[in-house]
């Protein structure tokens, strides 16, 4: 992933709904952090999922991550350590790492996997250079199968098993969101109503029954009814967003702004947005999730570190340092033990964040605790 275009950021305190986010000392400073050598560092390690089926025989021991570069899956079995590697049927031409963040003067034809899904023991992810969605069972042999988009070059960047029951693909250079049903595997495309839209992320929402939708380029966010395939588009108020991640919880939707250095929130029923500006400028959060204790979680891929949102008071109350440094972090997500998991792009390398708050902590690999 390139690293975002520096912009400087004024913290402010809170005025027309954007919070100052000042660094205070976590609550409990028993915390630890460690990366561990999954790749070679040019091999682009991005991305990370797990087993979500209860009776799968992996569950709650495996994460699954995405090497760009190299296209390959790889697996991380957290009791012992290993990892296995799973080339891709067909081979990208070297020279890309990562996700672009301009979509602009790139030859699509040089990218491979970036992102990860897994539903029902099936390990879903986007070929780029295939123009395609490949799929494969999370059990040996693992043989993959390839879904070919309707529109040609169409680079499916990231895709999210929507509330509704399918699976919902951000086409971002053709400005279409492709729906796919997982079991019959009918793709359906829906054109997106702005051109160069830069259509990149996306969450499902039950409590909306619609799945939204991030316009990196213009700024936005887009609503997909599930029922009616209506959109609907609400304008980011941050001045150069350039939102990326969005997640959707119970309090409403939160998105990563690399570009603002911030993360947002947006309530669906007031219609209001509100800022939680990073204490660290240039900071370029990509990743959002929540952990175990409730608190948000974003990888600041600019300045090598991780940071801990209290969704109450809008305010960052802990900050941990990569081990790596200049590692550029990708999409941090929960992982099956409870820990906070990033991949990171630059060093192929992935870091494992614990915090006391998570609970007892299995360790890594979980044979030796």
């Not at 951000?170 to 079991?183: F, N, Q, S």
Request: aromatic residues 10%; glycine residues 8%; hydrophobic residues 40%.
């Amino acid at each position: 992933m390139k690293k975002a275009t520096t912009l400087i950021m004024c913290a402010l305190a809170l005025v027309g709904g954007t919070f100052v986010a000042r660094a205070v000392q976590a609550e409990d400073k028993a915390y630890h952090i460690e990366d561990m050598v999954v790749s070679d560092a040019k091999d682009g390690v991005c991305n990370l999922h797990t087993t979500d089926h209860v009776n799968a025989p992996d569950h709650g021991t495996v994460l699954w991550f995405a090497e760009a570069n190299a296209n390959r899956l790889g697996r991380l079995d957290l009791k012992t350590g290993k990892v296995t590697k799973i080339d891709l049927p067909k081979v990208t031409p070297p020279g890309y790492i990562g996700r672009s963040m301009t979509f602009v003067d790139q030859d699509d034809s040089t990218q491979g996997v970036c992102d990860l899904l897994i539903h029902d023991g099936t390990l879903w992810f986007n070929y780029q250079a295939a123009n395609s969605i490949g799929y494969m069972d999370t059990k040996p042999p693992y043989t993959i199968k390839l879904l070919e988009m309707p529109t040609p070059k169409s680079l499916p960047m990231a895709f999210q098993l929507g509330a509704d029951g399918n699976l919902y693909v951000e086409l971002t250079a053709v400005d279409k969101i492709a729906k796919i049903d997982p079991k019959t595997h009918k793709i359906t495309e829906y054109a997106v109503p702005e051109k160069g839209s830069g259509i990149v992320g996306g969450a499902g929402s039950k409590k909306d029954n619609a799945h939204w939708f991030i316009l990196m380029n213009t700024g936005k966010l887009l609503k997909f009814d599930y029922a009616t395939a209506k959109m609907e588009l609400f304008p980011i108020p941050t001045p150069k967003a350039a939102p990326f991640v969005i997640r959707s919880y119970d309090d409403g939707l939160w998105f990563s702004m690399f570009g603002a250095s911030a993360i947002g929130h947006f309530d669906p029923a007031t219609k209001t947005f509100s800022t939680i500006t990073m204490p660290m400028p240039n900071s370029a959060p990509i990743g959002i999730i929540m952990g175990k204790d409730g608190f948000l979680y974003s990888d600041l891929a600019a300045v090598d570190k991780i940071v801990r949102i209290d969704r109450s008071t809008r305010t960052v109350v802990g900050e941990y340092p990569y081990p790596t440094q200049k590692s550029f972090a990708d999409e941090i997500k929960q992982g099956p033990d409870g820990a906070i998991w990033s991949p990171e792009m630059m060093s192929g390398k992935i870091a494992r964040l614990w915090l006391p708050s998570f609970g007892k902590d299995p360790g890594f690999p979980q044979k030796k605790h």
